[in-house]
């Protein structure tokens, strides 16, 4: 096996993999040489060349967010490493552990006019959990010491025996800093900075490792809930008659069913789920703005909760947002191990603990429900808002709504869903999922730039299909995600093209007018069709609501290529009909 001839790139690479840390994307560039040459040499990790950095990062954003592990990511010196700040500030808002390795110049050779020099130490200090920067092992020819950082000495054992004890320095600096970073993504489940220093030559290799590193591993313990809080909420709860609980982000599986079953028998509790938050049951309340857009005042006063809880990530639905600013609740309790934003300026409590930990400790003790017509109120609204919607559907043309209507129903069981950003994860809050069907998107920015990329690293690491519903905008945007050759046969793309921002139409302000079409909605008649020539996708497309129901039939069985279905929509129409719908299932 050949190995880096550099002994930072050695211990960088030994201490990945005694981590665990297996998944390694690269950009390619000459100053990470030696990272590349260690990795790629050592079959014990998974290596993936993504040329464009912020496709890369995005892509081991979403090979992390899929497998709840660190993911890393090496680019060379200079802008390439500013390129990975999108998927950096999504990771550090999503908990996303994402490991950024950066190769540097050395010390002397920055603010001089070196070529792809930048300043890099502490680059992402505003989103990043951890910044390691490691020191440059001193260089030694035929023997001797040659940096101009040693000392003169009188005799030559002196100059030696100084070398020695400073490049022993620098390796044991370099190893706890290595350490303390591998071991806050692992933890703390968020993105990490190492930037790595190297001098030429940078492609020698060795046939022997010679270094040594250890694995300074720390051992996680679970928060311990404060029992005198724990006394506290219950208290509160067996005398409140109204109680809220609103579900952002989650991964899947993150709570025992009879806790949500327990929840669920709760006559004083309403559940709102949001796509995003992977949790399922009949009593439940999904579709959160098909709920809380069309009501009235004295409604929502009604609505108003004595007790809010909250777990998952963001929350999309601005609906509710507005809502509980406005009608805030005695008590908001926020569930989670490291945060808690006070998201409804009433946060009062943040118990640091799992959610499922905090249920069960928490459920078993409280008093049988005392009486409330609180969920029953809301059940009947939640029936005549899904009548209303169905009937709906059935009177409106082809538009935005029909498609995702006709989409979301069409996914396969057991398989993954990527969202897009903007208009597409807000239609898909409207409608019921299959709940086999496991909901990933990149809430914690909320940007268009990477979706693409993180569905595909996404699906380069997973067992099942994956499906991503995307926006034109969104998709063009991202279009460098499928350069690669990572890109499984049975990847999905649904692509809805209404021919710009399609969401700055719904949103107030005058519209048909150059001024708008140009600079906000960004008008274009641009297809998918040549990028999939490119990357050999299959492509087909659907103009109507007959074409769309006969593609979906066969778009989801097995192939030699990946496919991507391009749907056409009316661009001036598909805001009147979201708009209206909120009208009409009031």
């Known amino acids: 096996m050949k190995y880096p001839k550099i002994p930072l790139a050695q211990t960088v690479v030994q201490l990945c993999k005694l981590k665990n840390i297996r998944h390694i994307v690269i950009s390619p560039g000459s100053r990470n040489a030696p990272l590349t040459i260690g990795f790629t040499n050592d079959s014990f990790f998974n290596c993936y060349s993504i040329v464009d950095e912020r496709c890369a990062a995005f892509f081991a954003l979403g090979i992390a967010q899929r497998l709840h592990e660190p993911a890393v990511v090496i680019c060379t010196s200079g802008s390439a490493l500013l390129n990975y700040y999108p998927a950096i500030s999504e990771a550090f808002y999503s908990d996303i552990p994402l490991v950024v390795l950066s190769a540097d110049r050395p010390k002397h050779l920055i603010g001089i006019g070196d070529g792809q020099t930048i300043n890099q130490k502490n680059v992402y200090e505003n989103h990043i959990l951890y910044s390691a920067n490691l020191k440059l092992d001193l260089k030694v020819e035929n023997g001797f010491a040659t ?39 692992w933890f703390k489940n968020g993105p990490v900075h190492i930037n790595v220093p190297f001098d030429e030559p940078l492609y020698e290799t060795v046939n022997e490792l010679t270094i040594q590193p250890k694995s300074n591993d720390i051992s996680f313990t679970r928060p311990t809930i404060d029992q005198t809080e724990l006394k506290n909420c219950i208290n509160d709860w067996d005398v409140s008659t109204k109680k809220m609980i609103l579900v952002g982000v989650l991964p899947p599986n993150q709570i025992e069913q009879q806790w949500l079953d327990k929840l669920a028998d709760d006559d004083s509790v309403i559940v709102f ?146 969202l897009g950003n903007s208009s597409t994860v807000r239609y898909a809050q409207l409608f019921n999922l299959n709940p086999s069907v496991e909901v990933y998107c990149n809430r914690g920015t ?131 009909i979201l708009l209206d719908y909120f009208k009409y299932v009031r």
Request: with cysteine.
């Open 147 to 185: 940096k101009e950082e040693l000392p003169i000495f009188k005799s030559i054992e002196n100059k030696l025996e100084r070398f020695l004890g400073l490049q022993q320095d620098i390796q044991s600096f370099n190893e706890t800093e290595l350490n303390k970073a591998f071991n806050t993504a």
């Open 273 to 418: 789920t949001e796509t995003t938050s992977n949790l399922h049951h009949a009593k439940f309340f999904p579709s959160i703005d098909k709920i809380i857009a069309p009501l009235e005042n004295a409604n929502f006063k009604a609505l108003q909760p004595d007790i809010l809880i909250t777990l998952g990530g963001l929350v999309v639905s601005k609906k509710i947002k507005a809502f509980l600013r406005q009608y805030q609740p005695k008590h908001h309790w926020h569930i989670d191990v490291k945060k808690a934003n006070d998201t409804f300026f009433c946060l009062d409590k943040h118990i640091v603990a799992q959610p499922n930990d905090f249920f069960s400790a928490f459920l078993p003790k409280i008093k049988p429900v005392i009486k409330s017509n609180y969920f029953d109120t809301w059940m009947t609204v939640k029936r005549h808002r899904s009548k209303k919607h169905l009937e709906y559907i059935k009177h409106i043309g082809f538009s935005d709504f029909t498609v995702f209507s006709l989409v979301l129903k069409s996914l396969p069981n057991k398989t993954i869903l990527q």
């Open 446 to 576: 909320s940007g268009i730039d990477g979706s693409t990329s993180t569905a595909v690293g996404c699906a380069a690491v997973s067992q099942k299909q994956t499906t991503f519903i995307t926006g034109d905008l969104s998709f063009f945007y991202d279009s460098n995600a499928l350069w690669n050759t990572y890109i499984p046969n049975s990847f999905r793309i649904i692509l809805i093209n209404n021919q710009g921002g399609g969401i700055f139409r719904i949103l107030p302000g005058h519209k048909n007018t150059e001024n708008f079409d140009y600079f906000f909605e960004t008008k274009h008649d641009l297809t998918a069709k040549q990028l999939c020539e490119m990357y050999h996708i299959d492509y087909t497309t659907a103009n109507n609501e007959i074409e769309l129901r006969e593609n979906l039939k066969t778009f989801y069985k097995k192939s030699n290529t990946p496919r991507l279905l391009e749907i056409f929509t009316p661009r001036t129409e598909n805001d009147s």
